[in-house]
Every structure is written in C-alpha cells, then in structure tokens.
C-alpha cells in the first residue's frame, strides 16, 4: 500500500471542465488488431461472449493488438460529511478514521480482494479531521477545497497503469451520491436514497428528508460538473470524478466500483457524456440506487453479487474477469498456429 502526494494535474475549476470538453479516444488500429484475432483464435466466433468485448476494449485503451494486465491499481479515498449531524448513517463519523487505519493494518476486505486480484492497493485520506461543510445549508466545499480533492484523486494515476478501479470509504457518503445522482440525473431524494451501511426505517426517513432539502437548496443554482461536485459531493467523491478524469488523458481504463464510484461521475456524464467510454462497470450493488445510475451511464455491470460494502470491493473481484479475458486473448492459439481448419 502506498500513499498518494497532491498534484496540480487540473489548475483550475475551469481547467477541470476544459478537459471534461477534450476527452481522449482509444486506439482505433489496436481495437480492429484486436477484433481480427479474436476472429482467428480456435473457437466459434463470439463463443467467449463478453470476453471477447473486454478484450477489445483493453486493446483500444491499451493502444496494443495484445493488452496486459501487469501492472493494476486499487485507489481508495476517504473522507469525512458534515451533512452525518442529521442521522443519516447507521455508523459514527469516527468509524472513517478507524477504518483507514485497518486498510493500513491490512485487515479489510479490499486488502484481501486487491492482493487476489494481483492489484497494488494505495489509500488517500482526505482531510479526515475537517468534514465537508452540511450540505442541507450551504455547499459541502469550496471551489478550493473541492480542487484539492479532485487533485488527489488525479495524482493516484500513474501514466504506467494499465487499468485503474477506484473505491472509497466515507461515513455519510450514499446520502452525498444519492444527493449528487439526483442532481445530475433528476428525480426525487426517494429514486435514490438506500439504506447504505444499514440504516433503520426512521434513519431512512431522515435520510431522505435530507436529500431533499439539498435539492431544493442546490438543484436550482448547480452548473457545471465541478459545481455539482462542490455543492453536494464529498473530498472522496471529488477526488474519484479527479482520478476518472486523469486516467481518461492517460488512455487508462477504468474499472469502477459501486453506487458512489459511479455517482462521482454522474455529473461528469451529464456535462460530457463521452467520459463513460473508458470505464467499466464491476459490478451492480445491492444500494437501490445502483441499478439505475447505471442504465443513466450507459454501463453493464460485470458482476452481480449483492454486495454493498464499498471499499473498491466489487471492482477487485470483477479484474479476474479481465484477467480471464486476457489469459484467452493472448494465450490461445489461432487456426492457423493449432493446424485446426477454420470452416
């Protein structure tokens, strides 16, 4: 596990925006390489289904008739809510703090799924000690403070990755990414709001209630995806949509995780639909939310396994599927190579 240093790869709320308006494109000549040996390998075509397809698509992002996945990388982010004064999590704003320290330990899920899944693991704690602002009465950061976070995130992708998942861990954080989903995709707090780390009937109900009052606050004022970031997002959830952003310059695919990964770009995908073309889905968590968010994204989860913890969780099971996409990409023989007439 490493630790991430603040970069300057977005100068500007503007720079941001600026990029979200010139998002790279993959390789076309590797995607048709590797379209056309897909066609070769010892099988009917598009016998492997949707392995082909991930194949392809790494190809395309990869620049390369044969990608790898040598060198992966789990980013988790961490923050903390003001908007958790109002009840809305079942769990202690404290509990943020102690769980960065168990990924430190070792002792999490996503320590155990990263290391399965051949992936280094680097934790970025954002400003735990400071929660954002309560939403329900004002913007939850300043344009600063949300520049910073989206800085954080971009300064985790290394240009030598070749697939980037990204996760989080934040106290408070599904009444943010319900905020910001209905922000960006509209609907009311009840489309969105789940129970997130277990909350009761009434904790629900609170939830909801304060879900609402950001959109009646915010919905009418928020701009541009930055904007929608700064008023109801978290340090997290900014540095997730910063992280996306950074990997999509780079050329690197992104394998997302669950309902709050995907609410950190929703805006993004509103301002510029484009920037899902790098990402996949790992999987569709069992948060109410989920399922939607991803049909607004245009994305279809890899896995589905009702899980609900976060942590980049789902993503790391989901990179063995890759990693099975590959094996069968690069390894199999052609007709021609296995002497085996093709029909």
């Given at each position: 596990m490493t630790t991430a240093t603040l970069?300057?790869?977005?100068?500007?709320?503007?720079d941001f925006t600026a990029a979200l308006g010139a998002l790279t494109d993959p390789d076309p000549a590797a995607i048709a390489a590797a379209r056309a040996r897909q066609g070769q390998l010892t099988k009917p075509p598009g016998s492997l289904g949707r392995l082909e397809d991930l194949a392809v698509f790494l190809a395309g992002w990869q620049g390369t008739e044969k990608?790898?996945?040598?060198?992966?990388?789990?980013?988790?982010?961490a923050g903390n809510h003001g908007v958790t004064v109002h009840g809305v999590s079942a769990f202690p704003a404290e509990v943020t703090?102690?769980?960065?320290?168990?990924?430190?330990?070792?002792?999490a899920a996503i320590n155990q799924l990263?290391?399965?899944?051949?992936?280094?693991?680097?934790?970025?704690?954002?400003?735990?000690?400071?929660?954002?602002?309560?939403?329900?009465?004002?913007?939850?950061?300043?344009?600063?403070?949300?520049?910073?976070?989206?800085?954080a995130g971009a300064a985790t992708v290394d240009p030598g990755l070749q697939l980037l998942t990204v996760g989080e861990m934040g106290i408070g954080n599904t009444t943010s990414a319900a905020a910001l989903a209905a922000i960006s995709f509209g609907g009311n707090a009840a489309d969105w709001v789940g129970a997130g780390t277990g909350v009761d009937d009434a904790g629900l109900v609170r939830k909801r209630a304060v879900v609402e009052q950001a959109l009646t606050l915010h919905a009418p004022a928020a701009g541009s995806a930055f904007d929608k970031l700064a008023r109801v997002g978290g340090r997290e959830i900014a540095a997730i949509a910063g992280a996306?952003?950074?990997?999509?310059?780079?050329?690197?695919?992104?394998?997302?995780?669950?309902f709050i990964t995907c609410a950190a770009i929703a805006p993004l995908a509103v301002?510029?639909?484009?920037?899902?073309?790098?990402?996949?889905?790992g999987h569709c968590s069992a948060e109410q939310?989920?399922?939607?968010?991803?049909?607004?994204?245009?994305?279809?989860?890899?896995?589905r396994l009702d899980m609900r913890l976060g942590e980049g969780s789902g993503a790391a099971v989901a990179a063995h599927i890759l990693r099975?996409?590959?094996?069968?990409?690069?390894?199999?023989?052609?007709?021609?190579?296995a002497g085996v007439a093709d029909g």
């Open positions: 970069s300057g790869a977005f100068a500007s709320a503007a990608p790898s996945l040598q060198r992966g990388r789990t980013a988790i982010f703090v102690q769980m960065v320290a168990n990924f430190a330990a070792g002792g990263a290391k399965a899944a051949g992936l280094e693991l680097q934790v970025v704690p954002l400003d735990l000690d400071t929660p954002t602002a309560d939403f329900t009465q004002g913007p939850a950061m300043s344009e600063a403070e949300c520049l910073a976070a989206i800085n996306v952003l950074r990997a999509r310059q780079l050329r690197i695919p992104v394998l997302l995780d669950g301002e510029a639909p484009g920037i899902t073309a790098h990402c996949l889905a939310g989920h399922g939607r968010m991803l049909g607004h994204l245009g994305l279809e989860p890899l896995l099975s996409a590959l094996a069968a990409h690069n390894g199999m023989a052609t007709f021609a190579e």
